[in-house]
């Protein structure tokens, strides 16, 4: 039976969305290409008819969830991003989380290209909270992107350190209220 060029994009798209979840949920390495098109319905010899390599996929991955976390949190403020980017809510949604807090370590593993894809990722994702003023008061470009980097940075650490606990440790709780409220401190309420 032929599949149409729809059939086929719509597949694509389809293992993309389920190795970006599966990526999220255990890293690059703790999922297999036989897994992965297992759990996207797929037989493992097809892989191949979509992608040439697990490197590949694992760039576009990157690409699309770092998309999608920037689409997502479009619609909130500054203040409103961090509020639910630091929160035990976003922290326990692994798979549906933030790709930068779930593979950055990964990432500085993997080749140039996933590191030239998060890197865009990351040049987008302060651009836009630079464009929503995230530092206000603050007139110098310059300090106003340097306070960026160094708010995303705490937050993304902050998830990172409280997914390296115990779920139900307190200490999980306590890195995401104190590096919550330290990056909130200087926006607007």
């Known amino acids: 039976m032929k599949v149409t060029k729809e059939q086929v994009q719509a ?6 969305e389920t190795a970006s979840a599966l990526f999220r949920e255990r890293g690059y390495d ?3 290409v036989a897994e992965l098109m297992a759990a996207a319905g797929f037989t493992h010899g097809g892989f191949y008819k979509h992608f040439r390599s697990k490197a590949d996929l694992m760039r576009e991955t990157t690409e699309s969830g770092l998309s999608q976390s920037l ?3 479009k619609s909130l403020d500054v203040t ?3 509020k639910y980017y630091v929160s035990r809510e976003h ?4 798979s549906a989380g933030c790709t930068m807090a779930a593979l950055c370590g990964d990432a500085a593993r993997q080749s140039e290209d996933v590191k030239a894809t998060f890197a865009a990722g990351i040049e987008n994702l302060l651009t836009a909270l630079q464009h929503e003023g995230a530092v206000p008061g603050d007139a110098n470009q310059d300090k106003g992107r340097a306070k960026l980097i160094d708010m995303l940075a705490h937050a993304v650490g902050a998830i990172v350190l409280s997914r390296a606990c115990p779920d139900d440790s307190p200490l999980a709780d306590e890195i995401l209220e104190i590096c919550r409220v330290a990056i909130l401190e200087p926006l607007p309420a």
């Not at 922290?91 to 692994?94: E, K």
């Open 71 to 73: 689409a997502s949190n």
């Open 91 to 94: 922290r326990d949604a692994r």
């Open 11 to 16: 597949n694509r798209a389809h293992i993309v």
């Open 80 to 82: 409103e991003f961090f």
């Open 30 to 32: 703790g999922v297999g």
